[in-house]
């Protein structure tokens, strides 16, 4: 999907957000975020991690429209 982007510099990990305008958060940005940060965390050579958005500012928060599809059981 590309919503996350990682780059390494040294033992600096810089982990940006980039889904679109507003990074609002679905299911699909949390899978990647959670899939890079498993990454990284095997990669002993990274000893810091920055979390940021591309734009403006970091995220928006949840993407709503998306989440209203979900069964109310999904959030139990």
Request: charged share 30%; aromatic share 10%.
């Amino acid at each position: 999907m590309g919503y996350v982007s990682v780059s390494v510099e040294e033992q600096r990990a810089v982990v940006r957000l980039e889904r679109g305008k507003v990074n609002a958060i679905n299911e699909a940005l949390v899978d990647e975020l959670r899939d890079s940060l498993e990454d990284l965390k095997k990669a002993a050579a990274v000893k810091v991690v920055t979390i940021t958005g591309s734009g403006s500012f970091f995220s928006f928060g949840l993407d709503i429209p998306e989440f209203l599809e979900y069964p109310k059981k999904d959030f139990t």
